[in-house]
């Protein structure tokens, strides 16, 4: 058992993401509380390691671990943890998060929170907000024993505050990677679509409230009238109503115009994370209670065809 | 291919989420199939469709109303039902794996489908800890999947578009994204006659396992921030819109 806390760092075509960077930041001030060390865990292959702000940086540098296999990472992972006994284990909210933060607690009979929004020790004793329901509720949950694991939202604490210059320190991995049941076969680029909506000054966004293929026309003129492109959330795009290259979010892309209308999307946390930061956001919902209130400058609990038609005849 | 796709009904978050004591009041919720439910339900009949075989869902049935989400899957193509009862609606997600770790190991399946996520999670999620229980190879954020022979070639999201292919040796756990082609719909009539014809399987809970937490609070989150609400009809709000965005000169 010790106090150390280790974050999980998580990068993709070379780059390191936001939350790793995040969750660094909080791990120093929490290892300060408890009197332990952020340690930030790094597998890869040949990555510029030493960028954190951690106390201690380990870089598991192995050809296996170039690109993110569960199969792979999850074993060094427990390995690393079942040596070294930390406190917490932080990994992000996200694509690989996923996989391995819920795996790790099943295979340790150890607790994990998800979508940890804030996290603290009162008397020693960890507790964790977690946001639920698509972000309509948050819970307080006290994780018990000696060891928790927690996957972090992006977006949850400041960036700045991970980022240093701390000297990775390269080990070899702690266990034998054959035999994988999982292999890395080819990375899959973003689809070129038909347009790049991460430079557009004006975007109107449609969610699942749009109801239809059929409706998605009337959409596109209003956004013609205001000079905008038509995005839209995940459910829109997996329905095919709109191609891949459109879709903002968790999984699609992050975008920061001048204006963000959205229309009929309830602002769940994955969507919030490609457009939160959006200069001016305008939300018509049709229930007063849609999480995406909380984040748009203006709103309006009303039908987004009336609003959309109206708005035509103005225009 | 045995396919079997773990499939939850959620409380809706379309509705107002009453608190009781310190979880939500589970006796005055709308619940629904879990969004990415439907998306792996459907995965698991299109690769049924391409390579053969049969499609299994199963649910722990938390609050004894499991039969309806059960209904709909069979009309979207599953050939089978299965439900654990356990009418615990506080039973945690380490306990629900455990209960269905030890269902499925039953059914000797190839492929197990779960959701990606539910939009409830506190805990993690069902899929990975499935796979942890038994021992198999999970991945998720999954939106394509072609089985051949004893593997399955997926496609696995990650952010801003950027995808990866992985090769996975089966027997193994997926977490569904998105299935290959949108969901197909299934006719109310069908589900009707599912819900009249159809025999769903019950199985006792076995196994015992724990999240290791405490719930302390739900509640709405206190925000900082709220937008500032544009009243009136539909008609002036739609003018207020347009005003705003001229006199910021975005039109
Ligand atoms: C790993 C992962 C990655 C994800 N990545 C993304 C991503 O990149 N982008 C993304 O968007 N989602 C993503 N999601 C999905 C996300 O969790 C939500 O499911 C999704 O954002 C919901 O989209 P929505 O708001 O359009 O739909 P819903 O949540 O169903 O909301 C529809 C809204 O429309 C309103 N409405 C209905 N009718 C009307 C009307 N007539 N007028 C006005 N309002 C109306 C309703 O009140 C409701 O609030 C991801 C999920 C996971 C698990
Ligand atoms: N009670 C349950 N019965 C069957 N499958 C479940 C249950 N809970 C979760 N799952 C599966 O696990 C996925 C993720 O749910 P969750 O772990 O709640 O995020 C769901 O999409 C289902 O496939």
Redesign the interface.
Known sequence: MSNDIFIVIEH??GKF?DVSFEMVGKAKELASVLGGKAVAIILGSGLPANGFASDTTLFVDDANLA?????AYGKVVEALVKEKSPRLVMFGW???G??????????L???????AKEIRFESGAL?VN????????????????DL??V?VLAGSFPVEAGQGSTMATQIASPVVLDGL???????????TGDMDITVQT?LVSVGRGIGGRENIELANELASA??AVLTAS??VI???WLP??R?VG?????VKP??Y?ALGI?G?PEHLEGMKSAE?????NT?K?API???????????LF???E??L??? | MNIVVAIKHI?S??D??PIKGNN?DFDSLDFVLN?FDE?SIEQAVLVKEAVGGTVTVIGVDLIGELDGVLHLALAKGADKAIKITANEPGAD??QQ?KWLSEAIKGLSPDLIFTG??A???????????I???LD??????VSSVEVAGDTA?V???????????????LP?VI?V??STK?PRYAPISKVRQMAQTAKIENLEPVGE?S?????????????T???????GS??E??????D??KS?G??
């Open positions: 993709l075509d993401a690109e993110f296999n569960p199969a996200t694509a690989a996923m996989d391995l933060a819920a795996w790790l607690s099943a295979r009979g150890k607790p994990c929170v998800a979508y507790i977690s946001q639920a329901y698509g972000g309509k509720m948050l819970a307080e949950i006290a994780p018990s024993g928790a694991i996957a049941k999982i292999k890395f076969i080819e990375s899959v680029k973003p689809a004006k205001l000079g995940r459910p997996d329905a095919r891949t290259s879709q968790k999984s699609g892309r992050k001048k204006l209308l309830s769940a001016l956001i305008i939300a018509i229930d209670k209130f909380n984040y748009a400058h203006y709103g309006a609990t009303a039908d009336e609003v959309a109206a708005m005849e103005l225009l | 409380p978050t379309a107002d989420l939500l969004e998306q997600s380490h794996a990606v996520q939009s409830n999670d506190i805990d993690g999620q069902m899929g990975p800890m796979a942890a229980y198999l190879p999970y991945i998720g954020g070639t496609n696995k999201e990650f952010a801003g578009g950027v995808g990866a292919k992985y090769l996975v040796n193994a977490g994204q998105a949108p396992a999240a290791e937490l405490t719930f302390k609070k739900m509640a709405p989150p206190v925000m921030g709220h937008a500032e609400m544009l009243t539909s008609k709000v739609a003018a207020k819109i347009v705003l965005l910021k975005l039109v």
